[in-house]
Structure formats: C-alpha cells, structure tokens
C-alpha cells in the first residue's frame, strides 16, 4: 500500500519557521517530481514548490525567498523549510509525488500562522 506521510506542521508566530517533511513508503517507482501544496478553505490547491528529477526548482510567488524544498530520492523523502512565516500562509500542506505513470498525495499537515 503506497503512502505519504507528511510531519513538521503546527502552530508559529509570524516571522517564525517550520520545517515540513513527507515520507513515501510502498509501491512508489520511477519518482519524476516532488512537491508541495497548500489549501484553505475555499480555494483550490495552490503550488508551494516543485522539484523535478533534475533538480529544476519552481516556487509560489508567495513563497519565494522564504521557503526550500529539498529531496532524497533513495529515502523517497521531501522537505520543505519555511522561513519568514506570515499569517497568509497559513493553510493544509500537502506533498505530492509523481510519476508519468501515478500521483500520490499525502494526507496534509496543517500550518497555522499567527500574527
């Protein structure tokens, strides 16, 4: 059974940080992006960060500057560190994995900011 299990998420004031990892385990193969996601209540999913196999890297305008994805393809593991928190970021992260042949989405961890 595939799974990805996303930690790190929580509670920080503005101008704080946090780091979110996500952790794939099961039947995961042939990984062409990491990245993360964010959504509030209302909105649709909204790109954080994208990491592709050869380490081409997009971020959010939001984001950019603040925050860094890393990935470990051996461990099937991606990072986000979030520096310079605002309330505006706060929301349900989600990491994703994908191949040419499947998605996988974690199940999502909460960011709350506070000002």
């Known amino acids: 059974q595939v799974q990805l299990v996303e930690s790190g998420g929580g509670s920080v004031q503005a101008g704080g940080s946090l780091r979110l990892s996500c952790v794939g385990s099961g039947f995961i193969y042939d990984i062409d992006s990491m990245g993360w996601y964010r959504q509030t209540p209302g909105k649709g999913r909204e790109l954080v960060a994208l990491?592709?196999?050869?380490?081409?890297?997009t971020y959010g305008a939001s984001v950019k500057g603040r925050f860094t994805i890393s990935r470990d393809d051996a461990e099937k593991v991606t990072t986000l560190q979030m520096n310079n928190l605002k309330p505006e970021d706060t929301a349900t992260y989600y990491c994703?994995?994908?191949?040419?042949?499947?998605?996988?989405w974690g199940q999502g961890t909460r960011v709350t900011v506070s000002s």
């Open positions: 994703k994995m994908h191949s040419m042949y499947n998605d996988w």
């Open positions: 990491q592709l196999s050869h380490n081409r890297i």
